[in-house]
């Protein structure tokens, strides 16, 4: 009876897991209404080195994108690693097929090599794109 009762709770067991498996595999082939989305933004450039520049004089980096999809995309945020590097981009929303463009101003103050970051978050993206900008201040 002992043996009975350990057989049956096994079998019980191991149909649970089978059963639990079941699910999540007809979940992952089964649906039709998933896509994987791409990014709708097409980067000009993610990194951009200015080469040499001379010290005190700020430095403005463009980085320019396009929107490929189909809605309009906005920019919600931009922000420098640090209080060296000031920001601007475009505030309206930005079209199927247009460009806009991110502005990063670097105030060369300290000489020697630098590598700054910028970044952006937009309506597009679940997670923000680091954009680089590297140089040597001479």
Known sequence: ????????????????SFS?????????????NSTI????????????????????TPKAIVYEFKNTGK???????VKGSCGCTATDY????????????????YNAANKGAFTKTVTVTTSAEETPK????KGTVI
């Open 1 to 16: 009876m002992k043996i009975i009762k350990i057989s049956m709770l096994a079998l019980a067991l191991g149909l649970m």
């Open 20 to 32: 639990a498996i079941a699910p999540v595999q007809s979940l992952v082939y089964t649906n039709e």
């Open 37 to 56: 989305a791409a990014s709708t933004i097409l980067w000009k450039a993610e990194t951009v080195d200015v080469g040499e520049i001379p010290q005190g």
């Open 71 to 77: 809605t309009a995309v906005v920019i919600t945020n």
């Open 90 to 105: 475009t505030k309206e929303p930005i079209l199927p097929g247009k460009s806009a463009k991110v502005t990063a101003t």
């Open 130 to 133: 680091i954009l680089t900008l």
